[in-house]
């Protein structure tokens, strides 16, 4: 079975930078995964944030980006601000028409 | 403006069944796969189902297979969730999404909860 994993939970200042990341456990994240990146906030519906291999969905400010670091796949958000706290999920596309979400990480901004 | 909105939840007792829709506006619907993802309760977010434009090719997740039938009907601009043997397990927020190009889910309904519960 496939897992997609980040790191659970994460803290940034107001106006740092923080990148959240998205692995396998048993293999390198790529291109061809085609990584894409959701926020989501409490009782809301998740927002798309960005995906392969680096774009924003309407209306995403440009502090946020994506990229391949190393075996994993990576968003960034830099500029940090209070609206950012939320719950961001990265889901992977595994091939035949299946895909595989992370675990979440719970980005607190304080 | 893209909109989807799910409809049909509520609580059922295992083992029986229910259906959901999803009713879409505000883009071309017949040209765009559509995909159902559930939320347990505090829990993430995970995968269940994709339907082709066309809908002749579906794909599920493991753990719905052979319980679930994803569905569409293009006249009516309508997605469709068909589950059978719920388990406790399927209780859980269940989201709509609209695919692009199988690379992102680019649009999201509101969400609709289905509780299994006896």
């Known amino acids: 079975q496939t897992v997609v994993t980040q790191e659970p939970s994460l803290s940034v200042s107001p106006g740092g930078t923080v990148t959240i990341t998205c692995g396998l456990s048993?293999?390198?994240?790529?291109?061809?995964?085609?990584p894409s990146w959701y926020q989501q906030t409490p009782g809301q519906a998740p927002r798309t944030l960005i995906y392969s291999p680096n774009v924003r969905s309407s209306g995403v400010p440009g502090r946020f980006s994506a990229s391949i670091l190393g075996s994993r796949a990576a968003l960034t958000i830099t500029r940090a601000q209070a609206d950012d706290e939320a719950h961001y999920y990265c889901?992977?596309?595994?091939?035949?028409?299946?895909?595989?979400f992370g675990g979440g990480t719970m980005l607190t901004v304080l | 403006q893209v909109q989807l909105v799910e409809s049909g939840g509520g609580v059922v007792q295992p083992g029986r069944s229910l259906r959901l829709s999803c009713a879409a506006s505000g883009f071309s619907y017949t040209t765009y796969g559509m995909h159902w993802v559930r939320q347990a309760p505090g829990k993430g977010l995970e995968w269940v189902a994709l339907?082709?434009?066309?809908?002749?090719?579906?794909y599920y997740a493991d753990s719905v297979k052979g319980r679930f039938t994803i569905s569409r009907d293009n006249s009516k601009n309508t997605l469709y969730l068909q589950m059978n043997s719920l388990r406790p397990e399927d209780t859980a927020v269940y989201y709509c999404?609209?695919?692009?190009?199988?690379?992102?889910?680019?649009?999201w309904g509101q969400g609709i909860l289905v509780t299994v519960s006896s």
């Open positions: 889901v992977l596309y595994m091939g035949s028409g299946g895909w595989v």
């Open positions: 339907i082709s434009y066309d809908g002749t090719v579906p």
């Open positions: 999404a609209k695919d692009l190009e199988m690379i992102v889910f680019d649009y």
């Open positions: 048993s293999a390198s994240v790529s291109t061809t995964h085609y």
